[in-house]
Structures are given as structure tokens and as C-alpha cells.
């Protein structure tokens, strides 16, 4: 894993003109930007992505389909472009993504990672085989489909059952409910 150069952004998400290596941004708490992409299905159903069981923070715990930092001079939709296809190999076009907002989250974490990011949150349909796409080992342990109805069942548990990482229960209703519209 790289140690990546990031734009420091304020508290507000407004550029600062400065960078840091993303270790030093996650020791110090710099605000800074993240891009998260959320496949969906026509017939209903979300991918998600099981965070390698070799990540510092919520090892093994599913989450967002794509997600990652946004480097030092990339956009947020260059950002994301690139993670798909490190992260499960599919190419993907500006085009197919749709930007659902913004969504702040800081977090700290026992381990002494300070996480003050913005995600940028994009949603795009899947139109391949859930069986094309190969997770990147060190990213993600694996991939599934839910149904609508199965990721609202596990967000209702969500603070018992060790699926989904407890706190962003709110991110991930406003997800489903944002899918749900284009559904």
C-alpha cells in the first residue's frame, strides 16, 4: 500500500492549496476528500464490498461498493474512476456516475487514525456479472449483491450484527434511500 499525497481541505471542504501524505493527513485529523461510489442493480439489488481483513480501520466488515482517497490535483470523479478499477477492475465513464453529495465524516479511531473526510458519493448502475468483477486483495475480501430489502434488514441490526460499520448507519439510509429513487 502507498503512502498517497492528499489536498488538505478545511473544515468547510474548501481548498487549502496545501498537501500531505496520507499518513501524516490521518495523524494530524487534516480535513481532507474521499470518493465513494455505490453500484446498483436493475433488478434492485447493491453491491457490497467486505473491507480486507489486512485494513487498519473496520477490518472485515462490509461497506460502500468502491471507496478511496482522492489524490493531491485529482477530482472527485477521477477519484472514483480510478479506485473502481484498482479496486474491482471495472471501467467505468464520467458518465455513468451520478454525485448524490457530500458527506461528512470524522472519525477516531483506538489505533490513532484521526479521519476528518468529505465523501464525495456518486451512485451508477452495474451492468456486469457480479462474477466479472476481481476484488483487489489488499482492498476488498470480497463482493456480494443485497436486495433493497436485505440492506435495510442488516442496517436495522446494523449495531448488533458486525456487518456494516455501526456509525455510519445514517450515511447508509441516505444511500438506500437515494438508490431507491432510481430504482
Known amino acids: 500500500m502507498t503512502d498517497e499525497l492528499i489536498d488538505i481541505v478545511t473544515k468547510d471542504g474548501q481548498p487549502t492549496g496545501k498537501t500531505a501524505l496520507k499518513s501524516v493527513i490521518h495523524k ?11 453500484l446498483y442493480t436493475t433488478a434492485g439489488e447493491i453491491l457490497l464490498a467486505q473491507r480486507s481483513f489486512t485494513k487498519v480501520i473496520c477490518p ?14 485529482e477530482t472527485t470523479e477521477q477519484a472514483i474512476i480510478r479506485e473502481t478499477q484498482e479496486e474491482i477492475n471495472l471501467t467505468l465513464q464520467q458518465s455513468d456516475l451520478h ?8 472519525q477516531t479511531y483506538d489505533n490513532g487514525i484521526i479521519d476528518n473526510e468529505f465523501h464525495h458519493t456518486f ?6 456479472p457480479l462474477k466479472q ?12 449483491l443485497v436486495s433493497t430489502m436485505a440492506f435495510k434488514s442488516l442496517l436495522k441490526n446494523s449495531k448488533n450484527n458486525n456487518h456494516f460499520i455501526a456509525s455510519n448507519l445514517d450515511y447508509y439510509t441516505t444511500i438506500l434511500d ?3 429513487i432510481v430504482l
Open 178 to 180: 437515494q438508490i431507491k
Open 28 to 38: 494530524k485529523g487534516y480535513h481532507h476528500n474521499t470518493a465513494h461510489l455505490w
Open 60 to 73: 472485515g466488515l462490509w461497506d460502500v461498493s468502491v471507496a478511496g482517497h482522492v489524490d493531491a490535483g
Open 99 to 106: 454525485k448524490i453529495g457530500v458527506f461528512p465524516c470524522f
Open 133 to 144: 468483477l476481481k476484488p483487489q486483495a489488499d482492498e476488498v475480501e470480497s463482493l456480494k
Open 123 to 128: 451512485i451508477a448502475e452495474l451492468r456486469v
